[in-house]
Every structure is written in C-alpha cells, then in structure tokens.
C-alpha cells in the first residue's frame, strides 16, 4: 500500500486541521450496539445462551425486542473511524453522516470478517490450501473482495495466516495449515486478490492479516491461551506469513489475543513497532481483536482500563476494536503526557492513510444499482469458481481397492445426517452466505444423475439410528458415509480434547462395515481429526473439509469420477488425539522416534503423523524419477522426472523441500521449498524445474538473525513430505 506525493498531502493538511477528540475518533471502531429492555448487559446475555444459563429459544424472544443503535451521534461529531456492518444500505446511511454532516467529512472505514468468501463462500482455508494453487487463492480473494465491497464492506478481516500446527485448537479451520512456506504464499495470493485490482474504486478492499502472531501456538491447543516459544521459532515458522504479506502490501493487521513470552501482543511494542512497523515496514495501521485491550487488565499486565490503553498504543496498537478504550482514556492520558501527541498522530495518519488510499473520500457509498444486482443472486462465474476451488480442495486420503470413482448405475445409500444438511456447508466464520445458494451433498448427488437414496442414521450430535443403518445397508451397490464435525465445533472457542469423530459416528462406521457392503467414508469437517481406527479398518476415505456453497456438486463430481481428485494435505493427521502437536517439518532429535524403546516415540500410538503434510491420492498414479540437482552461483537448479502411470488425466503437486543437514541451530527435518501443480495425461511424462534461491536456504538464528551456512543439505521431490526422492549437495555461500 504506498501513497503519492499528493495523496500523503492531503494525509497531512487533514490531520493539521483535527482536535485531539476527532483524531481519537479515527482511532475508535465501533460496532452496533444492541440495546433493549435486558435486566443484565448485552454481553452477560450472550454468555447465558452459550453457557446453558437460558435456551436459544428464550435469548431468540428476549432479542425480538432489541433494537441496534448504530452510534451515528458520535459519527456526526467525528467519534467514531470505523464502524463493523453488514447492510449495504445502512452503511450507506452512515457514511452519508460521515462525510455530509460531520465537522471534516472523513469516511469510515468499514470492516467485517471475510475469511473465506462473502456470500460466495468458498472452502475454509485449511481446505483452500490443499488445493496447493496459488492462482486460485487469488481467484477466490478477488472475488470476495468484489462481493464484500458491493456491500459496503471496504475493509477485510482476512486472510487469517497463522501457522497451526495443533489440530485441537478450533481455528485451525480458518489458516493455511502447518507450513510457513505455503502461508506465506497463500498470504501473498491473498494480499493480490483483496487489493491489486484497482481498476475502479468497487473492486478491491484493504486487506487485515491476522492474527499477529503465533496465535495457532496456543498452549495446548486451547483458545485465547499462553504462548511461549523461542525467537528462532517465531521468524522460522510463525513470522514468514505476515512478512511476506506486508511485502505484497498488506494494508492493515490485527494483533493476536493471546501473549507471547507473558507479553499480550495488544501492547507489545517489539512485536507491533520493532518487527512490524520497522522490520516488515507495514505502511497501514493495527487493528486490536475484539475487546483484546481490556483484556489485558485480565492478562494481568494492566491495572485498569486506562493503564490498557496507554500501553497498546505506546506500543503501537493505531485502533481500537470495540472496548471505548481509546475513546474515553486516551485524551487524558495525552494531556497528562503520558501518551505523546506524535503517538496519537502516527496512529490517524496511518489510519487516514488507508483511508485515501481505498478512494473512500472520492467514493464512499455503493450504488444502489449494484446492491439489487446481487439482491438478485450470484453471478454464474462467481458460483462457478466456488465449485471450482471445492473440486480442488478435496483430498483422497486412502482409495482401497479402487472403490473410487463410484460407476455411473450403482445403487448409493447415502448415509448421515450431516449428508443432507445444505446448512453445514460452508463451516466455520462464514456470515453472510443464503440458503439458497448452498448445495448438500445428498443434493449434489442427486444432480449429477447418481441413483441415490438417502438416510439420515445419525451423526456428530445425537443418537444413532442404528435401524435405519441396517435398511441403508440392505438394499445398495455401494454406501457412501458422510461423517465429521457441524460447523460449530470448530472455528473461535472452539478448541477440543479429543479429535476423534464425535458422538456415535463410529459405531455407525462399524455397523455399515459389518454389512459387507463397500463402505465409502466422505469427511466434512474443519480440523485434522484422529482417524487412527478409520484409517486401519475403512477402505475409503474422501476428506471434503466444508467446502463452501458448492460443497455438494464437488463432492459428488469426484465421487462419481468427473473430477480426478487433486488435493494435498495442508495439515498433518494424528492418529489419535493424544499426538498433537503433531507436524511434518518438526526439529532433529537426538533420538529419533522408531521402533526401538529409548527413541522419540509413544508407548500406546504412532510417533509420526497418520496422513502427512503433502499427502493425497488420485484416481490415476505418477512415478518420479532422475532428481538433478545442479549448483549455480545464486541457486540450485532442480529437476525431477514425472511420469503419469495411471489410466486417466490427473493433475499431481509435484512437492520441494529441504534439509539443512548440520548448523548451529537444530534445523527441522524437512522444509518445504516450493511446489507446482502438474496436469499429465495418461501415460505422459515431464521433467519438472525448480529454482531455489540460495538465499532461501538459510534460517533466523535467537537474536533474529538470518544465517546462511555452508555445509551439507538434502534435496527431496515427490508427491508428499514423506515419499520423497532425496539428493545430497555440499555448499559453501
């Protein structure tokens, strides 16, 4: 995000013209409140429905007597800089009061979740990034930011970029998956599709990184929980992302909850001003998350509300997400000079900045004619390119006797409820998909011509129907369960102890198997599960993730063979829960786990992951073969021979990686380098070139330090993390 001359001008002739009271304004983000005839606070409602204090059905009626105030007092009198709506028109009617009847007319900025899609929603991204398409990464971006801006949402809350290497934690669904190379081009991808079509002011949207950082390190998987690590850690594997991210351009970022090494990333100035600001250079502003600067009074780090708000914004936290924090402590603290002016007008030019360089000032409204346009539904191309990115996201994890593709006239029984449920589709922090546009599985079969019959049976909540089980078993040629998590149980608070599938799902598994009938085992789900008995005991297992509104029809194009499955995992799978963390590109250890006793390992399950990052079948095979690898002065030129062995068309992620054999610092295993999606047709063969850089061989040292080292590496190529071909080379920079 970079301004002209003249854009950074007039930045400055408006901040010479504000009272400290508009400038905390800017720095002030609001959301609409909910007022009513409530005997307790808002905020103490919501925690009574989701604690079981009343039932939905009791907050639905006390609710249906609320009203919303949408503060525009305070955005008439300049209080107010960004505002969180999802209603075109009314944000319209705000930003109406913003730039007509406010004292300077400075538009709001307006922002809003959109992590993976708005109303076209397209995989969760621990999904998209199976897809290991970068082109489609930026597709699907694009076409957010064009849908979320027709709506008066200029500013994204996305992507979300943190590496997550603990399947318990609920917002694993939300990430890139485990690996800071692929992040950090997913973040990338991202940045460009959000923000690079400037073509006309209605096509892009400042994007919001989240959440800085190494939030997925969360202790245990727990949400909102400690995080410790070492400072080689966090630039090896949790910075990459945003750094590459704010080399793209990122607008904005929001700081993470939680804090690291027993300082609240909210106010922690080496994180927010060192690393960020100075170190990555990020132009735009930071953004708290939701009421994460009062929490710091809870963190222990702050005695009160106000002591909060001093520290996050000497540190170099520009706005305020919803606490008033800012709005009623900072103008005191200014003129006590415990916050210095200079703090106040860094944050608003950075905050006007954005502002400007979204065209906000020269057209701050959406036309109505482009409201009714998607008020009429979704265009053809946008739902295509849900169906597209879904077909690409699905992984064929094991294909058993080729039970795979299910032939045109077999008799399906399509079993679990989680099958015919149009509303479990898009998963986790999907907010403004309709019904409408959303395509169940059972729908999506019964589309493409299948000879489907369809039983609920059951599924991650409630009792099985286990008669109903056994009619699904009698009369069919093949069964297809579809089994997981509902979109609840992952995403934010969202963490869990145990991984495995939940309520009876497994006894479900069993009763089919017992049949004799073919057991086909369709996963919708928004984390890496335990499957260590599914894997051992199903001969089939399709894992789906919630793929978006088109889940449907691509699950049932690659059941039925009309897609050749392509997808990667982003994620290693555990065996059982009891592994995680559990990744691929984990530390050397002096003993590495085997079979033998006094090694890295468990007593009771696996040491290494079920399914690894990278791992993925198709309907067709590939081979490799002939791995060169020749130095030049600045790279490694690396080919590698792959040869499409099977009987159709396929499409392989031909996978890079790395290993720094010996330095001074224990280096992981393996790191991925690199990676190209590779279309072959039957039979078809193809050497495959990769260049990497030597300056990408090295790694950050505990002072933050990048070291390049000579000494002796391990080249590998190949379809996963595990089944590599590997070459050694000696270097010396």
Known sequence: MKLTQEQKAFVEDLLSRMTLDEKIGQMNQESPSIVGGFDVPFSELIEMMTDGRISQEEFGRIMSTAKQDFHEDDIRAGLVGSQMVNDPRQNNALQKIAVEESRLGIPLIIGFDVIHGFRSVFPIAIGEACSFDDALFEETAHMAAAESRAHGINWNFAPMIDAARDSRWGRVSEGPGEDPLLGSRFARAKIRGLQNDRSSALNYVAACTKHYVAYGACESGRDYNTTSMSVSNLYNVYLPAFRAAMEEGAATVMAAFNDLNGVPCTVNRWLLRDILKKEFG??????????????????????????????????????????????????????????????????????????????????????????????????????????????????????????????????????????????????????????????????????????????????????????????????????????????????????????????????????????????????????????????????????????????????????????????????????????????????????????????????????????????????????????????????????????????????????????????????????????????????????????????AMGFYDNAGQYRLENGLFRIFAGGSSRDCLMQEIRLAF
């Open 282 to 695: 990020l132009d735009g502003f930071v953004v708290s998350d939701a009421n994460a600067i009062r929490e710091c009074v809870i963190h222990g780090i702050a005695e009160d509300d106000a002591d909060a708000g001093v520290q996050a914004a000497l540190a170099g936290m520009d706005m305020d997400m919803g606490t008033h924090i800012y709005k009623d402590c900072l103008k005191a603290a200014v003129e006590q000079g415990t916050v210095p002016m200079a703090v106040i007008d860094e944050a608003v030019r950075r905050i006007l900045s954005v502002k400007v360089w979204l065209g906000l000032f020269e057209n701050p409204y959406v036309p109505e004619e482009l409201i009714e346009a998607y008020e009429k539904g979704l265009p053809a191309e946008h739902v295509a390119l849900c169906r597209k990115a879904a077909e690409e996201s699905v992984v064929l994890l094991k294909n058993e006797g080729n039970l795979l593709p299910i032939k045109r006239g077999q008799k399906i029984s399509l079993v679990g409820k989680l099958a015919g449920d149009a509303n479990e589709v898009c998963g986790a922090w999907a907010m403004a998909w309709k019904p409408e546009d959303c395509v169940s599985i059972q729908k999506g079969l019964e589309a493409a011509g299948a000879e489907v019959k369809y039983y609920p049976c059951g599924g991650p909540e409630g009792e099985i129907d286990f008669s109903e089980v056994d009619r699904a078993a009698r009369d069919c040629d093949v069964i297809v369960a579809v089994v997981g998590e509902t979109c609840a149980m992952s995403g934010e608070a969202s963490s869990k102890a145990d991984i495995s599938l939940p309520g009876g799902q497994r006894a479900m598994l069993q009763a089919l198997l017992a049949s004799g009938k073919p057991v086909v085992t369709v996963l919708m789900n928004g984390r890496p599960l335990a499957l260590g008995w599914e894997a051992e005991n199903l001969p089939v297992i399709l894992e789906a993730w919630h793929l978006g509104i088109r889940m449907g029809d691509a699950v049932a194009s690659v059941l039925l063979g009309d897609v050749n499955p392509s997808g990667k995992l982003s994620s290693s799978f555990p065996s059982v829960t009891g592994q995680c963390p559990v990744y691929y590109n984990h530390p050397s250890t002096g003993r590495p786990g085997s079979k033998s006793k006094f090694t890295s390992r468990y007593l009771d399950a696996p040491w290494d992951s079920l399914f690894p990052f990278g791992h993925g079948l198709s309907y067709t095979t590939f081979a490799y073969d002939n791995l060169v690898v020749t130095e030049n002065p600045d790279a490694l030129e690396i080919s590698v021979s792959l040869k499409n062995t099977g009987g159709r068309e396929g499409t392989e992620v031909v996978q890079l990686y790395m290993q720094d054999v010996s330095a001074s610092l224990v280096r992981p295993v393996k790191e991925l380098k690199d990676y190209q999606r590779v279309t072959l047709a039957p039979g078809e063969e193809k050497t495959v070139s990769f260049t990497l850089p030597k300056a």
